[in-house]
């Protein structure tokens, strides 16, 4: 089983639309928690923390749920620049903040 | 601006040589990762460092080895490239804790 599960998607939404994404973590150990975004395979970029309390940054919204070991991502609002893959991260900062990915799930927003 | 900075960016090699992929950074970050992605895989650790002189082994790190003997380097060598180890390598560096890492733009290594 891999530590960190995502659904790859794709997921073909309208402009507009909103639209979530959930992660899996088998790692009861993690610690810390990121939504990152990737866009054509370039380089992974930070999207968000992810807090217990969730948080919110403008359209995304991010959850948190230790006890079933699950992450969410909302987008609201969806824009033709949200189209990119959004990697579920989970970090242990007692191992120098080792990061382990999900393998990603693809968002195509159509006009 | 700090940055991070692999090379090459891409490289065609051929099965059994040794290659080396280089990585720099400028924040003097403590920790460093390489990370290899394959479609269906997402990105796989293949070896970190908390600091100089300190190495750990991620989950795909066999066939592969890194050196830390300053801050700002993290090689990764492949000790005698295999058809299975072609793929986009990307180096990542963070301060550590809750900090986000920040990532190389990759390499494309492919091995023929």
């Known amino acids: 089983r891999k530590e960190v599960e995502q659904d790859p998607g794709p997921f073909n939404v309208p402009e507009g639309a909103t639209v979530a994404f959930n992660c899996t973590y088998s790692n009861s150990a993690s610690q810390s928690f990121f939504w990152y975004r990737q866009d054509c395979r370039k380089e992974p970029k930070l999207l968000m923390s992810?807090?217990?309390s969730g948080n919110e940054d403008g359209r995304f919204t991010a959850q948190l749920n230790r006890a079933s070991q699950y992450i969410s991502l909302l987008i609201r609002d969806s824009k033709l620049s949200d189209s990119a893959t959004y990697l579920c991260?989970?970090?242990?900062?007692?191992?120098?903040?080792?990061?382990?990915f999900g393998q990603g799930t693809e968002l195509s927003v159509k006009p | 601006d700090a940055e991070i900075t692999q090379s090459p960016r891409h490289k065609i090699t051929e099965t059994g040589r040794q290659v080396t992929l280089a990585c720099h950074q400028t924040?003097?970050?403590?920790?460093m990762f390489w990370y290899r992605q394959d479609l269906g895989h997402g990105l796989r650790l293949i070896h970190y460092?908390?600091?100089?002189?300190?190495?750990n082994k991620g989950e795909v790190s066999d066939g592969y080895s890194v050196s830390r003997s300053n801050t700002e380097d993290l090689p990764l060598t492949l000790e005698s490239a295999a058809s299975s180890q072609t793929s986009v390598y990307f180096c990542?560096?963070?301060?550590?804790?809750?900090?986000?890492?920040?990532f190389g733009q990759g390499t494309r290594l492919t091995v023929v």
């Open positions: 992810v807090y217990s």
């Open positions: 991260v989970v970090g242990f900062y007692n191992q120098g903040g080792k990061l382990i």
């Open positions: 924040w003097n970050h403590n920790n």
């Open positions: 460092s908390y600091g100089v002189q300190d190495t």
């Open positions: 990542a560096s963070s301060t550590g804790g809750r900090t986000e890492a920040f």
